[in-house]
């Protein structure tokens, strides 16, 4: 190389760095940004209520019947566990509460060790399962899990029986067609507000839950929650929908409901 290409290479490399750009990102183009998504701080809680029994729902009219698979709230909160360790990785805090008893119940019917089954989640995906017994177990995690100040929820979401007013995390196991145990809007008021981050996903794929209760998360909470107006049909195992005419409360496409 002549001394004048040499003064030449000097002076470009000179202004390039002048210029904040490298002599690689130059002759290669820009560099790919390698940032990877920013890992959430907080913890997600996935809520699942128990099954009906078949020897009640038998004795119902077919298009009143339920829960003819065991795992209707517990295949969706799976995909959405394996959903959330893909884009988050394995270090971030996932809470799964779920209604056992309704599962020892269903586990003597269906003669399957369904509690076991359950529990294999915990261990593979790496969450924290942790059995309820009544409605205020989801509040009492909401506002106790964890320290609040510290950790907030990033998000919350239901799968399981619910009308316009409560989640029915029992329905038609202990009485044919009826809920024993279940977490009513009134009680939402007992939530701290502190305890979510302000942009939380929240999330109710109960029938009807955006008719009434997700206006009173609202106001309890402070968060938005997407909800259904009218029914929701469980048999894509991946992921509940809305049934025709009902759509979500977020919903651009306002269908009139029939009566």
């Known amino acids: 190389m002549n001394s004048t290409n040499s003064i030449n290479v000097i002076l470009l490399t000179t202004i390039l760095t002048l210029l904040g750009i490298s002599k690689s990102e130059a002759i290669f183009g820009k560099k790919k940004n390698t940032i990877s998504k920013k890992i959430p701080s907080g913890e997600y809680i996935i809520v699942s209520g128990g099954p009906?029994?078949?020897?009640?729902?038998?004795?119902r009219k077919k298009k009143y019947q339920h829960d003819r698979w065991w795992g209707n709230f517990i295949r969706p909160a799976r995909v959405r566990i394996q959903?959330?360790?893909?884009?988050y990785g394995e270090e971030y805090e996932i809470t799964w509460l779920v209604y056992k008893p309704s599962y020892e119940t269903r586990a003597s019917e269906d003669k399957n060790p369904l509690i076991s089954w359950i529990e294999s989640v915990e261990k593979k995906y790496g969450v924290n399962l942790l059995w309820i017994d009544k409605g205020s177990d989801i509040i009492n995690h909401i506002n106790e899990g964890g320290n609040r100040r510290k950790k907030k929820i990033d998000g919350f979401e239901y799968y399981g029986h619910s009308n316009k007013h409560a989640f029915l995390i029992e329905y038609s196991n202990d009485i044919i067609g009826a809920s024993t145990v279940c977490l009513h809007e009134n009680e939402l008021r007992e939530i701290s507000r502190r305890a979510f981050n302000r942009r939380a996903n929240c999330v109710s794929y109960g029938c009807n839950t955006g008719e009434s209760m997700a206006k009173k998360w609202r106001r309890s909470t402070g968060i938005k929650m997407k909800a259904a107006i009218g029914k929701t049909d469980y048999s894509n195992p991946l992921k509940p929908v809305v049934v025709a005419p009902g759509y979500w409360n977020d919903s651009k496409l306002r269908l009139k409901r029939l009566r």
């Not at 009906?52 to 004795?59: I, N, T």
């Not at 959903?83 to 884009?87: A, G, N, P, S, Y």
């Open 83 to 87: 959903e959330l360790r893909k884009d």
């Open 52 to 59: 009906a029994l078949r020897q009640w729902e038998d004795l």
